[in-house]
Every structure is written in C-alpha cells, then in structure tokens.
C-alpha cells in the first residue's frame, strides 16, 4: 500500500485520477482530514520558489532592514556558496558559540527528512553551535517535575496511568483545561490510529463521570463543565486540599509514607506560612468558582476512585509551575496518587499518544553526532539571549550566561509564529549580523531572514514515519514532485557541506533512498519483530505489538504499594512536596510554589479581557495555512477571535465585523465572533495566524492575526524558564476604518 505519513496521521495515496488524493488510512479509527492540506500546497502562491538572499545584508546593511527588506533571487550554487561563506566567517572570527542552531519546530514527521537533525548534524560537523532546551509545549513541567517525582517523569505525562486502566476503574475525572479532541488529531512523527475518541467512548460507556475545569465549555468532550478564570486552577486546587486538611478528610500516615514535606505544606495551605489560608473563600474570587462549590468538588475527589487531568496549556504560562504542582498535592492529599488508574494524568488528548497503552518506538534519528559547542538557552529565552548577551540569566537553580550570537540558522519552526511578544522579537531579531532560513513558504520567518533556501514539503520525498510516544511506523511515499528548483533540506545543506569541505561527512555517500533504508535497520535491530524492509516497503506500514499487560508501566503504582522496595529518584526517595530550590525566591515572581501567583499577574488590571490562545482545530501551528480547510475558518481573510456576546457588547462592538484586540505590547486585526461557550472576562484566539504587521493610522497592527503579537515574553518563572503564553490581558477594540485598512502599507514590525 503506497502510504504517505504526517503529524496529522497516515494517508493512503490514491492515484486513480488526474491528480493524487490522499484518502483515510483503513487502520485509522479517527483520521484527521488535515493531512490533505499537503497537496493544496505543492503549488501555492505562498511557496518558496528559490534561494533568495534579502536586499540589505547583500549591501551590508547589518540586520537594519530586517523584516521589512526586499529579496533577490539566487541560484542554488550562488546561494550555497555565500551561505557557507558566512557559517565560515562567523566562525572563524567569533567561534562556533556565535552560531544559534536551536532550531525549534515541528518539522517533517518523516525520520531522515526532519529539518532539525539534519541541520544539528551540519552544524555539528561544522564545529558546533549553541542549542536549545526543552519545548513550548511542555518546558515548564519538564524542569519543575523531576523535583517533585524524580526524573525518570519529566517526560509529558510519563506518569500517568493508561487509558485502558481508566476506563476499567472508572474514576471520576476532573479535568483542567480539558480534552479538545483537535489537539489529538496530532503526534509529533505521525500515528497509524487515533484511539483518543475511542477511549473517551469506552469510558462514557462505562459510566464514567467527567467534569472539566476551564474557560471554554468546547473543552469538554463530554460529562460537565466548570467555567474557571484562566490561570487560577492552582488557587482552585490548593482550595481543595484546605478543605481535605480541615476536614480531616487527609490519610496523613498514608501521606507521609509516601512523601516528605508535608509539615510545610500543610502550614502554607493553612495560612500559618506565606501569605493567606488557601480557603474557598479566599479562592472563590480569584477562580469565579462559588466556595461551596470547590468544597464539594473535594469531598467528592475523597469519596471514590479519582483522577486529575490537565491540560498542557496550564504551565504555557507565568507561574505554571503551580498548577502542576497543586495538582499533585491535590492527588496525593485526596489518596489517588499511585491507585490504579487514578491520581494523577497530564494532557490526555493534547496529542495523540497520550494514554495509550503501547511499547514507544524509540528509534534511531538521522545521527546528529556530539554537539562540541555545550551552551545552550531555555527555548524560549530566545529574544533575551539576542537582547542580553554575555548577561546571566537564572534556571533551574544555575546561572546561565545569554551567548553573543551572530548568526542564526532555522529549519523545520517559525519563531515567528511561536514566540511571544512578536514586536520585540522583531527589534531583537536584527541585532545578529545574519539569518539563515530553509522553509517551503514565505512564513514570518522566512521574511525575517537573509538567505532563504527553499525545501520540499513532507509530501514531495519518500522518508519513514515513527514517532518516538507511538508504535506505528510508516513507509511514507513522495505524492508529488516538488516545483522546478526545490530541493530536500537533506540536499540543501549538502550543497552547502560541499563548500566546507563537509560534503562526504555530511552524507557519507550515501543516497537519501541508502539513508531511509539504513534508519529502518536501525529501528529493526531494537525491534526485531519488525518485517524485513522489503515486506515493509510493499506493506507500507507496521507496528509494534501490543504489550502484555505486565509490561505496561504504571508508575507510580510500584511506588505507591512499597515505596522502600520502588523509591523515587528524588532525594528522599519520595514525592517532594515541598522542595528547597521550589520555594526560593524568584526576583520578579517570588517563589515558583508557595507565592499566590494567577497567571496574569503584573498585567494592567484596566484591561478587561484574559487573552486564551489555545491550539488551532484546522491547523498544526502556522502550517497548512493555505489550506482549504484553513480558509473556510477565516472570515474576510481574517482570523476568528471569540468571546462572550456581553464582552462584545460592553466594548461596544458588534459581533462578526473586524476588531482589534491591543495591549501596550501590540495590535491584533481579528473577526470577533460571539460565543457565549466562553467564559466572560476571556476572549479566544487560536495560534497560527502568520504575524504580518502594518502600519495603519500611525500605529502597527498584526493583519495576521497572531496572538503572540499580545502575549508576555517573561518567561514561566526563573527556575524553568518556560513559555509563558498564558496570562496576557487584552482589550477589544474597534477596527480602524475600511478605508485605512485597504491602503495599509506592508512593512517589518513596530
Ligand atoms: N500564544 C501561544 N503561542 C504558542 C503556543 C500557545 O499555546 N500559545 N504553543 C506553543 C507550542 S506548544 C508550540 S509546539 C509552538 C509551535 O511552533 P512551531 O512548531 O514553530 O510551529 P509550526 O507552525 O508547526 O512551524 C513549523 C515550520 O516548519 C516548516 N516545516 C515543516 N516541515 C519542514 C521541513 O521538512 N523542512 C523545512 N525546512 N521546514 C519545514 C513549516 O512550513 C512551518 O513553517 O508554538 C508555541 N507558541
Ligand atoms: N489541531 C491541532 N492539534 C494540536 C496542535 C495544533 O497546532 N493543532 N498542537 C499540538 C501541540 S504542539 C501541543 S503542545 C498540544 C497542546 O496541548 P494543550 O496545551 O493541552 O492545548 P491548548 O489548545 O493550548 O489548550 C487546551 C485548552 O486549555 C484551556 N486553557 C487555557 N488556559 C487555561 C487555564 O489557565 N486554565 C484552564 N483550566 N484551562 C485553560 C483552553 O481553553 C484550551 O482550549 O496540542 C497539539 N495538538
Ligand atoms: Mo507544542
């Protein structure tokens, strides 16, 4: 079966008419219609055609123009050899630590083909370069969670209890942020089956009850839902331990068998240490949730078997340690923690694999080799390290000093759709003295550099498909031809290795077809069930067996049964409640634990709306955006923010027309549509939309849409340094005038 693989899932290519369509894979219980998107994009207006280098930096001009420049067309060998002259030169004046090869995105789900280990082994070959840690998605928990259960969990949810042991005990869930079934349309390296709906079903069949904690009632796939400020879960929860430590309602042998700290827990969320009892009277205001309400909802999580969820979204923001956190101290006070099937769960349904009771196909990427250059940045201190170099900065209770950075090299991520506070990475963005691009469209991104190299999309070279969470893998074939000129990244930047000399260490000979070959052994002798690769070739597809049930870790249940026999790797062996470096002073925030943070903090309070910018239905990020399935969601062209009808109503605005939404660090041009879905004080608008300012009426307004243009750029706190998306607050305001926005003039940024 010819197969074509994308993080949306597998497609079968069917070839019977003029043009190839890519159909549902019959394996597939719930395929995504995403992954067509593809094929509306092999000839679109937005591709890139060929390398091309901006007008300024080929005059010199030191990044000044950068954004707002010109371009002119290259030849690939022309192109090729100034890119290599430049990696060269910067290295030779400045060192390999001048070079910033992070290179954050969501690039190809095919293994050879992802953007990022190829350009980590180019770069690597080349003498090194300065990388970057952890994800948007999950950094925040990733740093804070190994403190609290050890390390071997920091992976997104690598603690949680499978879905089939759920749905067999039944457990009511409470769920915070909820489980859009969108989000699980996705896994990073693509899928066979989409089980997360199935699950869901089986679990409603069963009778399992769920109520959803969040702003948006479409947060909840079934049972109830709650509306919650955002970025106040963590007060909601503490709340529900006060009210299971005041009732003696808390199995504190129990407790203290399997954790330590709980002394100073218990004197913090009593009030007797930094700052107020954590009562439902005093968290009734800040999460809009009735105190009798949060009393009951504790009462209920001790009265039967119990499992709290959260979103991913909830530590995307300025403190998000704490709702991570809470909600531990909420599973281990309530007595779940470690019960089969119940405790503790992060982001069932942000992706697809979450829950699944699978064996993961870890296998082996496009070999980058050892990175010689050791600095790194948290991922998302990316505008800091290019305002800041050669200051320190704090994470993870170190001191990291911010590298001087002179040459920036992307492939497979759009920064400048995933960053926060877009206009002032702009102004950063030009201080380095060149940026190098490979893309297939004129994203943001791309039109913030100064060497553009156009790449094949994922549907135009044959790869295979494996992600590391799953167990599917895919023999993923090319269904179109790329246009005249476009090239693989693979063969980009073997171009580029020529120049330097690195030609036959980068490709080692060997064809991209002997490459896919060679990573499929690879994956065959750490899974030797696996057919051989011509049975695979003509099958198209495989996958691990399933495990037998011993084999499916549940980890905390070991622990919990004996923890002397299956300690934890923390310093005591047992969940830390309370830890040291957690309850350390942060300089702008206080401590990431015990201070009373809500999200927005520091916000101007004047502003009346909390800005949610969840995850897109009909996109994965920025990508597929010219899609058709991407264009029916706009309306005139524009983006759809929503909010409820009375919050459109008080800023005197009518729903459906065009509105902005601003605050002191940008402007966003928005259709604003009514929903009284969302809570009010909130107003939603999804990721994705292609950062594109223009100057109107004397101020910059993002035309594309892009929530980033609002959001916060501070960081989640100064322990982990995540993205702190989350917790911005916004006005709605009216459009500037028809006219205005027909002559606005297209340029780079505030
Ligand atoms: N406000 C706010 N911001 C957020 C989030 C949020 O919730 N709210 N979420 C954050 C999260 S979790 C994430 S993961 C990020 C996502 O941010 P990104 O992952 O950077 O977003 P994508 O739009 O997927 O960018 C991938 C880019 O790679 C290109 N690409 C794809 N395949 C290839 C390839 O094979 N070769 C090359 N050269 N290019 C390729 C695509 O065209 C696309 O432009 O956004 C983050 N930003
Ligand atoms: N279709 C599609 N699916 C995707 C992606 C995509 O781009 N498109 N991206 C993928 C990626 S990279 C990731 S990391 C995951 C992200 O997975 P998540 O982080 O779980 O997803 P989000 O959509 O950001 O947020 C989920 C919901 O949380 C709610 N929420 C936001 N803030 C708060 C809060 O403070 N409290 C509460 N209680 N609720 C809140 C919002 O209403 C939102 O709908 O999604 C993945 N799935
Ligand atoms: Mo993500």
Redesign the pocket.
């Known amino acids: 079966m010819e197969l074509f693989a994308s993080h949306f899932g597998t497609y079968e290519i069917d070839r019977t008419g003029e043009t190839p369509r890519l159909r549902p894979f019959r394996h597939d219980p719930a395929p995504s219609p995403l992954g067509e998107g593809f094929l509306a994009l092999s000839d679109h207006p937005t591709r890139i055609r060929q390398p091309m280098a901006r007008r300024g930096w080929l005059d010199g001009d030191g990044g000044a123009a950068r954004g707002a420049d010109s371009f002119v067309p290259l030849s690939i060998e022309r192109a090729s050899e100034l890119a290599a002259a430049e990696l060269d030169r910067v290295r030779r004046t400045h060192g390999n630590g001048a070079i910033f090869g992070g290179s954050?995105?969501?690039?190809?789900a095919g293994r050879f083909?992802?953007?990022q280990s190829q350009l980590k082994r180019f770069l690597t070959l080349a003498g090194g370069f300065v990388s970057a840690r952890n994800?948007?998605?999950y950094g925040t928990a990733k740093v804070l969670i190994p403190h609290l259960v050890g390390p071997a969990y920091s992976d997104p949810g690598a603690f949680n209890p499978t879905w089939d042991r759920i749905v067999a005990e039944r457990p009511f869930i409470l769920s915070f942020g909820g489980m859009r079934l969108s989000n699980a349309q996705v896994e990073a390296g693509g899928t066979g089956a989409h089980r997360t709906r199935g699950w869901l079903t089986a679990f409603a069949q069963a009778g399992g009850e769920m109520l959803t904690l969040s702003p948006d009632r479409r947060d909840a796939p079934q049972g109830d839902h709650l509306a919650i400020h955002a970025g106040s879960d963590a007060c909601a929860m503490l709340a529900m331990a006060h009210v299971l430590i005041h009732e003696g309602l808390v199995d504190e042998a129990a407790v203290r068998r399997l954790t330590t700290g709980y002394d100073a827990l218990k004197a913090l969320i009593l009030g007797q240490a930094d700052g107020p009892a954590r009562t439902p009277d005093w968290a009734a205001p800040l999460t809009g949730i009735p105190a009798a309400t949060l009393t009951q909802l504790a009462r209920k999580l001790v009265a039967g078997p119990a499992l709290i969820n959260l979103a991913?979204?909830l530590q995307?923001a300025v403190a998000g340690e704490q709702p991570y956190w809470a909600a531990l101290v909420l599973a281990v006070l309530s007595g779940q923690i470690g019960q089969p099937g119940c405790g503790l769960a992060c982001g069932l349904s942000a992706v697809s694999s979450v829950g699944n009771p699978l064996r993961r196909l870890r296998g082996p990427a496009f070999v980058q080799g050892t990175n010689p250059v050791s600095d790194f940045i948290p991922v998302a201190r990316i505008t800091e390290m290019l305002e800041r170099p050669g200051e320190t900065i704090a994470y993870n209770g170190a001191s990291l000093t911010l590298p001087d950075i002179r040459l920036i090299w992307w492939?497979?991520?759009?920064?400048f759709?995933?960053?926060?506070d877009l206009n002032r990475l702009a102004r950063a963005w030009r201080r380095p003295e060149t940026v190098i691009v490979?893309?297939?469209?004129w994203?943001a991104?791309a039109q913030h550099a100064d060497l553009v190299f156009p790449?094949a999309?994922?549907s135009e070279r044959d790869d295979i498909a494996a992600a590391s969470r799953d167990d599917w893998i895919i023999r993923s074939s090319k269904v179109t031809e790329p246009p005249a000129g476009v090239e693989t990244?693979h063969a980009v930047l073997s171009r580029i290795a020529e120049h330097l000399g690195l030609a036959e260490a980068f490709h080692e000979g060997r064809s991209e077809a002997e490459w896919i070959a060679q990573l499929y052994a690879g994956y065959c002798a750490a899974f030797p069930e696996l057919p051989d690769w011509d049975t695979f070739c003509a099958t198209g597809h495989a996958r691990l067996s399933d495990p037998v049930p011993e084999e499916v870790i549940q980890p905390l249940e070991a622990f919990r049964a004996d923890p002397q026999a299956s300690p934890l790797a923390t310093p005591s062996g047992r969940i830390e409640l309370m830890p040291a470096l957690l309850r350390a002073a942060d300089s702008r925030l206080g401590a990431p634990l015990t201070r009373v943070v809500v999200s927005d903090a520091g916000e101007d309070p004047a502003l009346p709306l909390r800005l949610l910018?969840?995850?897109p239905a009909q996109r994965?990020?920025?990508?597929l955006d010219g899609a058709p399935i991407a264009e029916d969601a706009r309306r005139d062209g524009l983006e759809v923010a929503r909010a409820h009808p009375d919050e459109i109503r008080a800023a005197g605005l009518i729903a459906g027309a065009p509105a902005l939404l601003s605050n002191e660090r940008g402007a966003v041009l928005v259709m604003i549509e009514a929903d009284n879905r969302l809570a009010p004080g909130h107003v939603e608008l999804p990721?994705?939309g292609w950062y594109a300012p223009r100057r109107i009426d004397g101020r910059w307004i993002d035309c594309g849409g892009n929530?980033?243009t609002l959001?916060r750029d501070s960081g989640s706190s100064e322990l982990s340094q995540g993205?702190s998306?989350g917790g911005a607050r916004v006005r709605l305001e009216p459009a500037p005038a028809p006219e205005h926005l027909g002559v606005a003039q297209s340029a780079g940024g505030a």
Not at 620 to 623: D, G
């Open positions: 954050y995105g969501w690039g190809s083909h992802h953007p994800t948007y998605s991913w979204s995307r492939a497979g991520g759009n920064p759709h995933h960053h926060q490979q893309e297939s469209v994203t991104t790449s999309l994922p990244d910018s969840p995850q994965l990020h920025s990508q990721t994705g929530p980033n959001t993205p998306a």
